[in-house]
């Protein structure tokens, strides 16, 4: 068990409203990353982070921004949330040195964006 | 287009069946991971394959890596209810700082 949380696990918000997402780890893993899926998609990458204040985007940042201000949270924020992001976002983090190790996921949070 | 295409992506059959998913791309890969998926959850990884040609077992479950390290395949004898699931590949790029996931199979094993 990597100790990651998720939280709120299932929020429904209105289209043009702000949603944050957060990720807690209880170790102190440098990689951390942020996927959502949808089907026929598998997962997709967002944003991750390598260390407190550095993050990168993944193949799908669009609309979504970051913060990673303490080593044990890693924030996902939609400013103005669309329908197009109705999705189940994990939060992962590496449990190796580098990012492309084996990841360990959180239970991850449904939004649903009316 | 993702990086990784995984087929099929739908699979059902009746419990002692076998079966294999693949995962394949035109990009080479470092290594491959598979992972699977129960519902409400989040993935858990089975295995990582880093050497073309290589294969790996895990019980009735057999992974192989391409010899190019292109693609993967994973192979289930004597399929059982509780390999219900969606499993989904994920490769590693060299100089990248993540994994790429393919687009997922989902299994279903019948009684």
């Known amino acids: 068990d990597a100790g990651i949380t998720q939280s709120p696990r299932h929020k429904v918000t209105e289209t043009g409203t702000p949603v944050t997402l957060r990720c807690h780890q209880t170790?102190?893993?440098?990689?951390m990353y942020w996927y959502r899926q949808d089907p026929g998609h598998g997962l997709r990458l967002i944003h991750y982070?390598?260390?407190?204040?550095?993050?990168d985007k993944g193949e799908v940042s669009d609309g979504y921004s970051v913060s990673r201000s303490k080593t044990e949270d890693f924030l996902l924020t939609l400013e103005s949330a669309t329908s197009s992001q109705t999705s189940v976002y994990f939060c992962?983090?590496?449990?190796?040195?580098?990012?492309?190790?084996?990841?360990?996921f959180g239970e991850g949070s449904r939004l649903t964006v009316l | 287009t993702q990086l990784l295409e995984q087929s099929p992506q739908f699979l059902s059959i009746q419990e002692g069946e076998n079966l294999t998913v693949y995962c394949n791309s035109s990009?080479?890969?470092?290594?491959l991971q598979w992972y699977r998926q129960e519902p409400g959850e989040g993935p858990v990884l089975l295995v990582t394959?880093?050497?073309?040609?290589e294969v790996k077992k895990l019980k009735r479950l057999t992974f192989q890596f391409g010899d190019a390290r292109k693609d993967s395949s994973l192979h289930i004898t004597a399929a059982q209810p509780g390999d219900t699931g969606l499993y989904l590949c994920?490769?590693?790029?060299?100089?990248?700082?993540?994994?790429?996931f393919g687009t997922g199979t989902r299994l279903t094993v019948i009684p």
């Open positions: 394959v880093v050497t073309g040609g």
């Open positions: 990009s080479v890969f470092s290594s």
């Open positions: 982070s390598y260390g407190v204040k550095d993050t």
């Open positions: 992962a983090i590496s449990v190796t040195r580098e990012g492309t190790g084996e990841l360990f």
């Open positions: 170790e102190n893993h440098r990689y």
């Open positions: 994920a490769g590693a790029r060299t100089g990248a700082n993540n994994l790429f």
